[in-house]
């Protein structure tokens, strides 16, 4: 019921934004084509069995003899309601500041053209990392501030688990936009 509230709400917000002058039966094509892509991006099979597993481990190591089964919902409610969080937010920063900044964002535009230049050059370095052809590159310091956040967010996890899974939820969803 609440991913059915939550699709009509983006739904008619995306009615009511006045950008695109879409017909409503090519706005809600586009919206089914929206929905199904996140929701594959979602579920994709580099991904979903990741989040399965970090959530069955969580409820195997919580759940006592009594308890079997029963913790699951906690769980999933949480980690549901960060990423829920997250399409929030970025829907409420879109809306206060991305219009202006889109627009200004065009192909052709001067941002545009830096924008595409930066990103086809890290996208060409990463691959070149990735063969071995630039062998000396070191991310050490990226992986020293990855170590950082992942065992900030394991001691969130032993903690409050419920809080930790909100928390997961959310940076899921962040690094699938990333």
Do not use: W
């Amino acid at each position: 019921m609440a991913v059915a509230v939550t699709a009509l709400a983006g739904y008619v917000g995306y009615e009511l934004y006045p950008r695109f002058d879409l017909p409503a039966v090519d706005g809600a094509g586009l919206l089914a084509l929206a929905s199904g892509a996140g929701i594959a991006s979602f579920f994709a099979p580099c991904s979903f069995p990741l989040l399965v597993t970090l959530l069955s481990r969580q409820v195997g190591d919580s759940a006592g003899p009594r308890q079997a089964g029963s913790r699951p919902l906690p769980f999933a409610l949480a980690l549901a309601t960060g990423a829920a969080a997250f399409l929030v937010l970025f829907g409420i920063l879109i809306a206060l500041g991305g219009s202006a900044f889109a627009s200004s964002v065009t192909f052709t535009s001067t941002i545009g053209i830096t924008l595409r230049i930066a990103v086809g050059v890290a996208l060409i370095v990463l691959g070149l990392v990735q063969f071995g052809i630039l062998a000396d590159t070191s991310f050490r310091s990226v992986e020293r501030v990855t170590k950082r956040l992942n065992r900030a967010q394991a001691e969130l996890r032993r903690r409050h688990p419920v809080t930790g899974f909100t928390a997961f939820g959310f940076f899921y969803l962040l690094a699938g936009f990333g």
